[in-house]
């Protein structure tokens, strides 16, 4: 696959983990950051959540998405600022440029799809924003678009509160679909030529993920088939965590021929009667059901109840922790790596599917560690690099030196 450079105007998780899955893929990615303001701590306010990684401004929460990047700083605010960022995308063959700061920003900072493909009109252009292009002004964040799109009203226990799911699932959907939208855009350049503009809207990304929901609304469906249940599954009776003498185990019956299945085990035998053979009839008993599974789990260890349900071919699985999924043999082996400025080697997450080219990505980069040197790629020579700074098109070493930057 061709090596392809992307230079993307980004912070927080969203487009950050889309152009990380460029990364991943070897390709060039340049995250711009903006100037200093004097108002707050310099650049995406990422690099500075979460505990001391390797400094300041690379804590743990920015590591991960942002691994395999180099990084500038840029005033998009000024015109030599825009006319700094036009010039990089042809000087280093930029075929996407990625956005995610709000709609109502891009003409202000130059980087809106019209002024960007009147000059360049092969470029693909992606930005993810809140709620999309016809919502200009309306900021998102993965919580705040999680309550929009109702996955709060899907999540936590039937008579529980709302709740947030335990990743951001938003910020990662939009990023994938950015991912998948590039790529598509890529395909249609080869036959036309032509570059493209691609809106992601978080709130509507998420909402097509309601596909087991949503179409509910017109079936007349009583109420408890759409809002949360907890562990259950709305429609196949049982599935759920059961209680074992050491933990607990996670069991899915998707079908009738399971249920007769799982039976038959001499253990669960008291569960069986002539109404719970079709789902429809568990329906009518889940809760007893639920009950009498648990009764029955609880009484043995999660490794035998887990040797049953193998012998009787029924989904489940441990609920893991986080360490015991990495050291699971089917991920291990896939995960990425990057090494930091100590030598110290960590582990990150795995490519959705495949392999990395390289499963070794370097550190994330510092705020405008690589300003000086992507202008020199980009032509400009010391003089001029030192006059955008005494402009502050870009930041100024000595200054940022001076703050411990």
Not at 212 to 236: A, Q, V
Request: glycine letters at 8%; proline letters at 7%; charged letters at 20%.
């Amino acid at each position: 696959m061709k090596r392809r450079t992307v230079i993307s105007l980004e912070q927080a998780l969203s487009m950050p983990y889309a152009t990380l899955r460029f990364a991943q893929l070897g390709w060039r990615v340049i995250r711009i950051e903006a100037t200093p303001t004097g108002r707050g701590l310099p650049g995406d306010p990422n690099r500075y959540i979460g505990s001391v990684v390797a400094d300041d401004d690379r804590r743990s929460y920015f590591v991960a998405p942002n691994v395999g990047k180099e990084a500038i700083a840029l005033n998009l605010k000024s015109p030599k600022g825009q006319e700094v960022l036009y010039r990089l995308i042809d000087e280093l063959d930029v075929e996407v440029f990625c956005c995610n700061t709000m709609p109502s920003r891009h003409v202000s900072l130059g980087v809106d799809y019209a002024t960007m493909s009147a000059r360049k009109p092969d470029l693909i252009w992606a930005a993810i924003s809140a709620m999309g292009a016809e919502y200009p002004g309306v900021p998102g964040y993965d919580p705040a678009i999680q309550a929009m799109a109702g996955y709060m009203e899907l999540t936590g226990e039937a008579d529980g509160d709302p709740t947030l799911a335990g990743v951001p699932i938003i910020d990662l959907k939009a990023g994938d679909e950015v991912y998948a939208a590039v790529f598509q855009a890529l395909l249609e350049k080869a036959e036309t030529g032509k570059g493209a503009e691609v809106h992601v809207s978080m709130l509507q990304a998420a909402t097509s993920w309601l596909i087991t929901t949503l179409p509910l609304l017109d079936f007349d469906c009583d109420y408890s088939e759409i809002t949360r249940c907890g562990n259950e599954h709305r429609k196949f009776i049982p599935t759920n965590a059961y209680p074992t003498a050491d933990g607990f185990i996670f069991m899915a019956i998707g079908s009738d021929v399971q249920w007769r299945r799982l039976s038959e085990l001499p253990r669960f035998a008291p569960i069986a009667n002539e109404r719970r053979l079709t789902n429809e009839g568990r329906h009518k008993e889940r809760d007893a059901i639920h009950r009498d599974i648990a009764a029955i789990t609880k009484l043995a260890s999660a490794v035998e109840i887990a040797t049953d349900f193998r012998a009787a071919t029924i989904p489940h699985a441990p609920i893991q922790t986080i360490a015991q999924v990495a050291g699971m043999e089917a991920i291990a082996s896939k995960l990425t790596h990057t090494t930091m400025p100590d030598g110290k080697p960590l582990r990150m997450q795995p490519l959705a599917v495949g392999d990395a080219p390289a499963n070794e990505l370097s550190f994330p980069p510092k705020y405008s560690q690589h300003t000086s040197q992507i202008l020199t790629e980009g032509g400009y020579s010391p003089t001029e690099i030192a006059e955008l700074a005494v402009d502050g098109v870009i930041p100024n070493t000595e200054q940022q030196s001076e703050n411990g930057q």
